[in-house]
């Protein structure tokens, strides 16, 4: 399965009802649910990367890159556009393309 995949399934499920689709439940409960069940799986990621397992590092990035893309839904960002964000900065150095963004 590729993302481009995962993110049509996902786009497939947000019309789906929330009592059969985890996916539709999550997305029914607006973008800040979402923001915030991609925050948690971030984190159980980070404490995995941090422990040094291997394979639950392996499976909470899996669920990182699901509720990453069930965000962008939630916020209609698709992720062609976000691809086509790291298609511009490809060749770039990131210090560079740090420097060029507008400050906060």
Do not use: N, Y
């Not at 069940?37 to 040094?52: D, L």
Request: glycine letters at 4%.
């Amino acid at each position: 399965m590729t993302l481009d995949d995962l993110a049509a399934t996902i786009k497939a499920r947000a019309q789906a009802d929330t009592d059969s689709s985890w996916t539709a439940k999550l997305l029914a409960k607006g973008p800040e649910k979402c923001a915030e069940k991609f925050g948690e799986e971030a984190i159980e990621a980070i404490i995995e990367a941090v422990k040094g397992d291997k394979t639950r590092l392996t499976s909470e990035a899996a669920d990182v890159l699901f509720h990453l893309l069930v965000m962008l839904q939630s916020r209609d960002v698709a992720l062609a556009d976000v691809m086509a964000e790291l298609a511009r900065r490809q060749g770039t150095s990131g210090l560079t393309e740090k420097a060029a963004r507008p400050a906060p």
